[in-house]
């Protein structure tokens, strides 16, 4: 209980402290940035995700959760911005222990970004939003480095493009029921 009123009465503070400077950001941050940047000091976990008390992340700005487990999938690790891409604010990877590897990756919308220009264009699709946009797009694809067949379905929440593929090494059509199931994941 102690803890809890300690927690109470630094949070705050704190919560003021990290917060930009309006001058030097275009944009505000959400509101819950800056208690996702506490909570993610205090407990080790990647820059703007949190840890819930069920062991599963959620990442702060889209709101994306990344349960402990679901289908027969295990959460392995969580990773948090990526230094070489700023538009991706974090990726959780799964495991089946049959040889399949899950994870969700979030990351803003970037005009033209992307290994080819079909990725692009399908992005740029997803975030038009309207009556002519799909709920989501899946492609399928042969990891370089390991030549798995690759599976991912890209999805929009909260205006953040949410990625939920699956990789499996022997050479068949992958098992959607990850990146699919993953689209329904609550947030």
């Known amino acids: 209980m102690r803890l809890v009123r300690l927690a109470c009465a630094v949070l705050p503070v704190l919560a003021f402290s990290v917060l930009p400077s309006s001058a030097q950001d275009k944009a505000p941050p959400p509101p819950t940035q800056p208690i996702s940047n506490i909570l993610s000091k205090l407990t080790n976990t990647p820059r703007g995700w949190t840890k819930n008390l069920n062991g599963s992340y959620k990442q702060a700005e889209s709101g994306v959760l990344c349960p402990v487990q679901f289908k027969n999938f295990t959460l392995e690790d969580v990773n948090g911005p990526s230094e070489k891409y700023p538009n ?14 899950g994870a969700i990756r979030v990351r803003k919308y ?20 309207g009556a002519d946009a799909p709920p989501m797009l899946m492609r399928s694809s042969v ?16 205006g953040y493009l949410v990625d939920c593929s699956v990789a499996q090494i022997e050479h068949s059509t992958p098992k959607g029921d990850f990146p699919l199931y993953c689209t329904t994941l609550p947030q």
């Open 110 to 129: 970037i005009e033209g970004w992307g290994s080819d220009l079909s990725r692009a264009e399908n992005d740029k699709k997803l975030m038009a939003g």
């Open 143 to 158: 990891d370089r480095k390991t030549a798995a067949s690759r599976l991912t379905v890209t999805t929009v929440r909260n």
């Open 88 to 101: 991706i604010l974090g990726t959780c990877r799964y495991e089946d222990g049959r040889g399949r590897t």
